[in-house]
Nanobody, 123 residues
Framework: QVQLVESGGGLVQTGASLRLSCAASGRNFSPYAYEMGWFRQAPGKEREFVASTSASTRYPHYADSVQGRFTISRDNAKNTVTLQMNSLKPEDTAVYYC??????????????WGQGTQVTVSS
């Protein structure tokens, strides 16, 4: 079993920055075995992919809506994944979920989820 705990959400104004972090733990967790990333869900909308990366972080993937504004990174020694969010917009308002998917490939079926952290961007 893998536990994911997010932190770093909050209320900010348009154009501001936020940094989300997610710490993974578990008896048999190996960062090199998991693709990790972020999804988000806005009120009344379906959960959507935001960003993901493998342990090597050589080829991060981003949703078109955040490309160029968000950066995903990992610290494999600390089992953490971070999402740096810049130039935030009101449409970025959502609950952000950390996720981990065993293996590599399209990040669309995470095996584990965090509890979510709220990000609110005021206009």
């Amino acid at each position: 079993q893998v536990q994911l705990v997010e932190s770093g959400g909050g209320l900010v104004q348009t154009g501001a920055s936020l940094r989300l972090s997610c710490a993974a733990s578990g008896r048999n967790f190996s960062p090199y075995a998991y693709e990790m990333g972020w999804f988000r869900q806005a009120p009344g909308k379906e959960r959507e992919f935001v960003a993901s990366t493998s342990a090597s972080t050589r080829y991060p993937h981003y949703a078109d809506s955040v490309q160029g504004r968000f950066t995903i990174s990992r610290d494999n020694a600390k089992n953490t994944v971070t999402l740096q969010m810049n130039s935030l917009k009101p449409e970025d308002t959502a609950v952000y979920y950390c996720a981990a998917q065993l293996g590599v490939g399209r990040f669309n079926s995470p095996n584990y989820w965090g509890q979510g952290t709220q990000v609110t961007v005021s206009s």
